[in-house]
């Protein structure tokens, strides 16, 4: 791959796809493959003002230093790299198009159940497959069962391609974001490891990692599609904070945010003074089990801490000190959003032709 998302995503990054928010509506780019120089010029003979997006400037997004960084030292070794990565593109579009009709076709051929928990195949039928669409289907039955999989390592694939091969009965292979594969007698089988009910679409932590926060900046949650925007208010609007509905941004007094910020997930002990409860601190297992947050996700979900303080239990609650008050001189706005792997590769295959 050209190292911005997989094979797979880079080839499928074309002038039409769907909208990851709204999968009926198309997103269509028509100027994808246009020089920005010559579009500027353009506006330029027509009087136009283009607006700019200077988040484009901002390093922080690994699309960026791509087309800031990395793009310019490759151009000293060779000035037409930009051309000849269109053309890469468009050879791997093709390419791939025909191998995305062919795993279509052998899914068909394969599957044997389908479900949100799990995805079932006909052993024999799989093992028969050739190598690259054994890989596919294992990609694909993954995708469909972790929608907000970000990007899945050949590691992973290949290892439970080889399970799934010779693999005895009850053999299994750990795939990411707490799936399994498992060896039966004649099939094979994608699905939740130890019974773990589906995951919402919401930010989750994996593998007990904790990360490190800066604000302002821009965290990535591994294995997922969401990222925590973070940024630093001079000027805010109390009312607003107030009114705040969604439950994944939060206002926090930036002054209190002392000590090493990290997100991470829950730990024996953990305590939390919920906002509301006047400073009285609660046990954070039943704080989260008042939320009748399920048990398989409490240790996954995220909290943000400071100086060894729970700040906010994400999309919940955030902690009585932490909390805007009309002593407080600095906001520190903290919001998860999902990030457009589309986008960043569509930015990368065409930074000729978007970038100056």
């Known amino acids: 791959r050209q190292e911005a998302g997989g094979k797979e995503q880079a080839a499928e990054s074309r002038r039409q796809d769907s909208c990851i928010l709204h999968p009926a509506l198309f997103i269509i780019r028509p100027l994808l493959e246009i020089p920005r120089a010559a579009i500027e010029a353009y506006c330029a003979d027509q009087g136009f003002a283009p607006r700019f997006d200077r988040s484009n400037l901002d390093t922080t997004y690994f699309r960026n230093r791509l087309r800031h960084e990395l793009l310019p030292l490759l151009e000293t070794y060779n000035p037409n790299v930009r051309a000849r990565l269109r053309r890469t593109a468009k050879v791997v579009a093709a390419d791939y198009e025909l191998l995305a009709q062919l795993r279509e076709q052998a899914w068909v051929e394969t599957v044997r159940e389908e479900g949100d928990e799990s995805i079932v195949f006909d052993l024999v039928a799989w093992r028969a497959l050739p190598v690259a669409l054994q890989r596919a289907i ?41 799936l399994t594969l498992s060896v039966e007698y004649n099939t094979l089988t994608i699905g939740n490891t130890d019974g773990i009910p589906t995951l919402p679409d919401e930010p989750l932590l994996w593998n007990g990692e904790s990360l490190s926060v800066q604000v302002p900046g821009t965290t990535r949650l591994s ?92 999309g919940r609650r955030i902690g009585e000190e932490f909390a805007v008050g009309p002593e407080t001189r600095r906001a520190a706005q903290l919001q998860f959003e999902r990030e457009s792997t589309q986008a960043m590769e569509v930015s990368f295959q065409y930074s000729g032709a978007r970038s100056k």
């Open 223 to 314: 294995q997922s599609k969401w990222i925590l925007q973070t940024k630093t208010l001079t000027e805010w609007d109390a009312a607003q904070i107030v009114a705040n509905a969604d439950p994944w941004t939060a206002y926090l007094d930036a002054d209190t945010l002392a000590g090493p910020l990290t997100l991470r997930p829950r730990r024996r002990g953990d305590r939390f003074r919920p906002r509301g409860m006047g400073g009285h601190s609660v046990k954070l297992s039943a704080f989260l089990i008042n939320l009748k947050i399920p048990r398989a996700w409490r240790d996954r979900v995220p909290l943000l801490v400071a100086g060894g303080e729970i700040a906010w239990v994400c």
């Open 138 to 178: 294992l990609r694909q039955a993954t995708y469909r069962l972790r929608r907000t999989l970000r990007d899945m390592d050949f590691v992973h694939v290949e290892h439970a391609r080889q399970v799934g091969l010779a693999g005895q009965t009850g053999a299994q292979a750990t795939l990411p974001m707490g």
